[in-house]
């Protein structure tokens, strides 16, 4: 079984950081894409970050050059370092790892709460 778990969120002030993190057991890491999202109250969820099985990353235009995206294949983790931070940025924040390899499969975290506020 798959398990995809998330870390790393709590409230922060304008301008912090915070970084995320996410585990993924049961499945070979590498094979993922691996994404992050987030849902902001009353909002529907928007994708944050990409990161392929390879070394292309993309990003949320509201979020360029604030958020990285790295993963370490040899943790089976995926990580979203998240600095200047703004209250716009408060949501919850979901891993999402992806596959198409023969049969396209798709598997979420539980999330966790950002909250970006003085």
């Known amino acids: 079984q798959v398990q995809v778990v998330e870390s790393g969120g709590g409230l922060v002030q304008p301008r912090g950081s915070l970084r995320l993190s996410c585990a993924v057991a049961g499945s070979d890491f590498s094979a993922f894409t691996m994404r992050w999202y987030r849902q902001a109250p009353g909002k529907q969820r928007e994708l944050v970050a990409v990161a392929t099985t390879g070394t292309m990353t993309s990003y949320l235009h509201s979020v360029e050059g604030r958020f990285t995206i790295t993963r370490d294949n040899a943790r089976n983790t995926v990580y979203l370092q998240m600095n200047s931070l703004k209250p716009e940025d408060t949501a919850v924040y979901y891993c999402?790892?992806?596959?198409?390899?023969?049969?396209?499969?798709?598997?979420w975290g539980q999330g966790t709460q950002i909250t970006v506020s003085s």
């Open positions: 999402n790892a992806y596959r198409a390899f023969g049969f396209p499969v798709e598997y």
